[in-house]
């Protein structure tokens, strides 16, 4: 077993050389310019790397982009065990990466939060306090009140 360093090494290669192996190297159309490598991972034996995609495009270049990676993960992974040097080359498995839609779907959250808040602004624009500007005591004003002489317990009576 490998330590989480030497793993985190190979990653960062593996994710390095695909890169440029995609953008220089393959004469895929599909894989074209629109494709970025985000992320990658190895499992700690350092025989699997997880290699994680973004596709810019509609669906039908996701798909085909998936596919031109699936097709070129043999030329990928020999790439990648020369530069390596590793006695065993990792797998490689491509996954489209979540990241965008993900980040889409917070920033949909946050401008619907910011509508709400413009609205509750909005409607509290002319509203006054309900108990006054001022709704707490304060240490002089006992109202209803009698017989408090002070703060050490002793009531008069």
């Given at each position: 077993?490998?330590?989480?360093?030497?793993?985190?090494?190979?990653?960062?290669?593996?994710?390095?050389?695909?890169?440029?192996?995609?953008?220089?190297?393959?004469?895929?159309?599909?894989?074209?310019?629109?494709?970025?490598?985000?992320?990658?991972?190895?499992?700690?034996?350092?025989?699997?790397?997880?290699?994680?995609?973004?596709?810019?495009?509609?669906?039908e270049?996701?798909?085909?982009?998936?596919?031109?990676?699936?097709?070129?993960?043999?030329?990928?992974?020999?790439?990648?065990?020369?530069?390596?040097?590793?006695?065993?080359?990792?797998?490689?498995?491509?996954?489209?990466?979540?990241?965008?839609?993900?980040?889409?779907?917070?920033?949909?959250?946050?401008?619907?939060?910011?509508?709400?808040?413009?609205?509750?602004?909005?409607?509290?624009?002319?509203?006054?306090?309900?108990?006054g500007a001022?709704?707490?005591?304060?240490?002089?004003?006992?109202?209803?009140?009698?017989?408090?002489?002070?703060?050490?317990?002793?009531?008069?009576?």
């Amino acid at each position: 077993m490998a330590d989480n360093a030497r793993a985190k090494r190979l990653a960062d290669l593996i994710r390095e050389v695909v890169a440029q192996k995609l953008q220089r190297g393959i004469k895929d159309p599909r894989l074209g310019s629109h494709v970025t490598i985000t992320d990658t991972r190895v499992t700690g034996d350092l025989r699997e790397a997880t290699v994680f995609y973004t596709v810019y495009g509609d669906d039908e270049e996701r798909a085909a982009a998936a596919a031109g990676l699936e097709s070129a993960k043999g030329v990928l992974r020999s790439e990648v065990g020369r530069a390596a040097g590793v006695k065993f080359t990792p797998t490689l498995t491509f996954v489209a990466d979540a990241l965008p839609d993900n980040a889409r779907t917070i920033e949909d959250l946050l401008d619907k939060a910011r509508a709400s808040d413009a609205k509750v602004r909005e409607a509290s624009a002319g509203a006054e306090f309900a108990g006054g500007a001022d709704p707490y005591r304060k240490p002089g004003e006992a109202e209803g009140v009698e017989g408090v002489e002070g703060t050490d317990g002793d009531a008069a009576s």
